[in-house]
């Protein structure tokens, strides 16, 4: 497969690049590592989302090009779609009728594509671009180099997930061979917060509850507490994160309270415990680690159906050798 997606670079020239609303480190940095590779080859590319590049990611090479938009609204030989489910996850209506190039490392993505691309092998898409990169015969900037990494780091949790293999390293360290600075690209990415995230975070975490068990926890962040933090909805990324480190944790919620009785869920665990099972009962989905979806709802009901899943989830997981983590 990736041999056609290198013949359809080679034969054609106006390309765009987009992934799913609300980008992360893996959908951003594999798509201007994308744009880079298509510029470098003299192709005319461009990255577009439907949502604005979080504060995170602003200092990866490209961010500030990036083109923020409601639909397509210029011509283009193909669109490629990175890390998305399914064709609307980019949230672009009109993406249906372009020339579709599906490229994801999640082996429950829709084979939506024109030409779908799909290695759940990798740990993330960025894997996949900088085989591209080179099975095409690119020259690895120092761009490049660390939009992958970049890629790779967030993906894996800096490397902490059970995606994490060898090859990851070995293309981390060819990656930094070509420029990219690990210490400055995670300086940007987790200790660049603004000052309201970190209040956000204390705010959210004085919420945290657990069930009798002790196995699964939750939060919840309220319309007023991003109000009095100051904080916005992408200040509330990564949050998740802190209930999973409790050692007896295995599967976390986070509710965010969005306008209109609507709430945004996502789901974490540990070991075998299958998230996205859940989120699907749901509407929504993700990977077995880490999964979510949006729904409009009762709190208290919402909450109570939600934990009760959890808890089936937990009960139905195999046994665990040790405290595999793997969300993403
Ligand atoms: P997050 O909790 O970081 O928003 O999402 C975690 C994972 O769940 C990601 O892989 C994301 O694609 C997936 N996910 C989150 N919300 C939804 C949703 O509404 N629908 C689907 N299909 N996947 C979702
Ligand atoms: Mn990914």
Known sequence: MLGQVIELIEKHERFAITSHIRPDGDSLGSSLALCWILRGLKKDAEVIMCDHVPHAYRKLPGAEDVRVVKDIDRSYDAVFVIECSDVDRPGLPSLKDQFVVNIDHHSTTALFGDLNWIDSTA????????????????????????????????????????????????????????????????????YNYPYAKVRLVGAVLSTLQRDETGRIAWIKMSKDAMSQTGATEDDSDGIINYPLTVGDVEAVAFFRELPNDTYRISLRSKNRVNVARVAEQFGGGGHANAAGFTIKANFETLSSEVIEKLKDAVAQAPAANGREIKPR
């Open 123 to 190: 740990a993330a898409v960025g894997e996949m671009i900088y085989n591209l990169a080179k099975a095409i015969g690119s020259k690895i900037s120092s761009e490049i180099a660390s939009c992958v990494y970049a890629a790779l780091l967030t993906d894996t949790g800096s490397f902490h997930f059970s995606n994490t293999t060898e090859r990851t390293f070995k293309i981390a360290s060819e990656l930094v061979r070509h420029g990219a600075q690990p210490a400055k690209l995670s300086q940007a990415i987790f």
